[in-house]
Nanobody, 124 residues
Framework: QVQLVESGGGLVQAGASLRLSCTASERTFSNYDMGWFRQAPGKLREFVAAISWSGSSELYADSVKGRFTISRDNAKNTVFLQMNSLKPEDTAVYYC?????????????????WGRGTQVTVSS
């Protein structure tokens, strides 16, 4: 059972940057496509970004395209989400997720492993 642990969330002002990290408990992490989802209070969980197991392919939600960048370091079993130009509407709990190769994309049901989330709050 792969465990995913997110870190890097916090309270920032609009326009600031944050870098989220997600570390997996197993070396098999390098075999998984990885993603980030978020859930704001009273809203459904939504897709943010995904990256293929090799790092060769990335996908972003329109709402974050050009501001967020997903990346991974397979040697460290870690995936990152660099978030720039943050907006109040980015406020949410951010979840890291992993699934088998080929699932990288916006469907949450394609992913098998989920972290517990890290809170990101952006003040105006």
């Amino acid at each position: 059972q792969v465990q995913l642990v997110e870190s890097g969330g916090g309270l920032v002002q609009a326009g600031a940057s944050l870098r989220l990290s997600c570390t997996a408990s197993e070396r098999t992490f390098s075999n998984y496509d990885m993603g980030w989802f978020r859930q704001a209070p009273g809203k459904l969980r939504e897709f943010v970004a995904a990256i293929s197991w090799s790092g060769s392919s990335e996908l972003y939600a329109d709402s974050v395209k050009g501001r967020f960048t997903i990346s991974r370091d397979n040697a460290k079993n870690t995936v990152f989400l660099q978030m720039n130009s943050l907006k109040p509407e980015d406020t949410a709990v951010y979840y890291c997720t992993g699934g088998r190769p080929g699932v990288a994309g916006p469907l949450s049901t394609n992913y098998v492993y989920w972290g517990r989330g890290t809170q990101v709050t952006v003040s105006s």
